[in-house]
T-cell receptor, first 110, second 118 residues
Framework: SQQGEEDPQALSIQEGENATMNCSYK?????LQWYRQNSGRGLVHLIL?????REKHSGRLRVTLDTSKKSSSLLITASRAADTASYFC??????????FGPGTRLSVLP | KAGVTQTPRYLIKTRGQQVTLSCSPI?????VSWYQQTPGQGLQFLFE???????NKGNFPGRFSGRQFSNSRSEMNVSTLELGDSALYLC?????????????????FGPGTRLTVL
């Protein structure tokens, strides 16, 4: 079964607004990572947060991790049309391979 | 460093045929994992190779197989193709295998091979 579950499945916002996506998982993790995928192409690694970290920033990205709730969120601030893509969370589960959620489709309208 | 490369980028096959996909990892990376992505099932893990040995295998039938060469390049093969095998096949490389990853290790993905089975 899928480990990560993203929420919402689809999100549509205006340029300049913030976009928040959530991810829930079920078992203990080594780390959690977020990836972006444009139009059925390869996945681009965005950010990694370790299990002992609570928040991490990278440019316009902010990721939080709550291991007690087994959830993570990805915030994209001041979104741009180029941010239109699908976003996936992936959990690294100590010796197992990455398990991906179904993804959130983000549309940023100009 | 050059990224992960996959060939071919697009393939069209008919049912019953077989297909071989190729992946070249980032230089120095010895772990290669394969994933299948479909609209219905999402991203699903196929298998992982490290130092020419299969380390992990996902829940796929035996028609799906792979191998890794001494230069870390990997191939996956699908025999007796079915319509449901139509998918984007993604390869990812890492410097360490799944069991050896530290908290900061990640996988880097190639652009994928789009397989269409008619």
């Amino acid at each position: 079964s899928q480990q990560g579950e993203e929420d919402p499945q689809a999100l549509s916002i205006q340029e300049g607004e913030n976009a928040t996506m959530n991810c829930s998982y079920k078992t203990s993790i080594n780390n959690l990572q977020w990836y972006r995928q444009n139009s059925g192409r390869g996945l681009v690694h965005l950010i990694l947060i370790r299990s002992n970290e609570r928040e991490k920033h990278s440019g316009r990205l902010r990721v939080t991790l709550d291991t007690s709730k087994k959830s993570s969120s990805l915030l994209i601030t001041a979104s741009r049309a180029a941010d239109t893509a699908s976003y996936f969370c992936a959990t690294d589960n100590y010796g197992q391979n990455f398990v991906f959620g179904p993804g959130t489709r983000l549309s940023v309208l100009p | 460093k050059a990224g992960v490369t996959q060939t071919p980028r697009y393939l069209i096959k008919t049912r019953g045929q077989q297909v071989t996909l190729s992946c070249s990892p980032i230089s120095g990376h010895r772990s290669v994992s394969w994933y299948q992505q479909t609209p219905g099932q999402g991203l699903q893990f196929l298998f992982e190779y490290f130092s020419e040995t299969q380390r992990n295998k996902g829940n796929f039938p035996g028609r799906f197989s792979g191998r890794q060469f001494s230069n870390s390049r990997s191939e996956m093969n699908v025999s007796t193709l079915e319509l449901g095998d139509s998918a984007l096949y993604l390869c990812a490389s890492s410097s360490v295998p799944a069991g050896g990853r530290r908290g900061t290790d990640t996988q880097y993905f190639g652009p994928g091979t789009r397989l269409t089975v008619l």
